[in-house]
């Protein structure tokens, strides 16, 4: 098994997250007592969180390429930024290493399209739903992507931020989040992406009346398909 490295820390709720899903998917695969092979380099991040309040992003660049290295230099074979958000930067990370980064949006697309829906709405950051890094890599691979009206962005964006990074889960936000999923859903989506990582912590397919797809499970179970290729 080729060893997966890992730029968590943003939020570290949803990058223990991925780690849980990473041992999973290779015991489901291999076994016994099979765990993932992986390495790991987690930021602070509250440091990242005040350069994109800043829009400092090239920093915010510099600091994850440097994470990129580091994991490479410890023996990764390929790198996951297991963020949707710092996925902003993910070409100055990608030409940080040797190793192929494996992009959250590129496995979140090729999952719709598995599903034979194309119409999605995406759940996120405002940085995540309002700008093109993202959304425009998933309209680029065939979907027809949506976002919440103005309100319901920045009551994702809020939840997001000031309880989910945190740990903390409350029902009221379950109930908001369900709503804004049911606009969407009202407005013709066919699917609903979590696109962010921390997302999936609070909302579940119970929560949807169309399918959802969590892009921590996908990032993760396409890192151990990759991992294990060829083995």
Not at 23 to 41: P, Q
Not at 121 to 126: F, N, S, V
Request: charge should be negative.
């Amino acid at each position: 098994m080729k060893t997966i490295g890992l730029i968590g820390g943003m939020s570290w709720e949803s990058t223990a997250e991925y780690y849980r899903l990473l041992n999973e998917f290779t015991r489901d695969r291999l076994g016994g007592l099979h765990s993932a092979r992986c390495v790991l380099y987690s930021v602070d991040f509250a440091d990242i969180e005040q350069l994109q309040v800043q829009g400092r992003w090239a920093e915010a660049g510099d600091a994850l390429a440097a994470a990129a290295r580091s994991l490479e230099a410890a023996g990764a074979d390929m790198v996951l930024i297991c963020t949707n958000t710092m996925h902003k930067v993910a070409d100055t990370v990608a030409a940080a290493v040797s190793v192929p980064l494996l992009h959250l949006a590129d496995a979140t697309a090729a999952a719709v399209r598995a599903s034979g829906l194309r119409r999605v709405g995406l759940l996120g950051t405002a940085f995540t739903m309002e700008q093109d890094f993202y959304r425009g890599r998933l309209e680029a691979a065939g979907l027809d992507v949506t976002v919440p009206a103005a309100e319901g962005r920045a009551l994702v964006h809020r939840v997001i931020y000031e309880e989910l990074c945190r740990g903390t889960i409350r029902e009221e936000s379950r109930t908001a989040y369900r709503k804004v999923i049911q606009d969407l859903v009202s407005a013709g989506a066919e699917g609903i992406i979590l696109g962010c990582t921390e997302i999936e912590l609070l909302v579940g397919p119970e929560d949807s009346p169309v399918p959802l797809f969590p892009t921590a499970r996908l990032h993760a179970e396409a890192a151990v398909t990759a991992a294990l290729a060829g083995a």
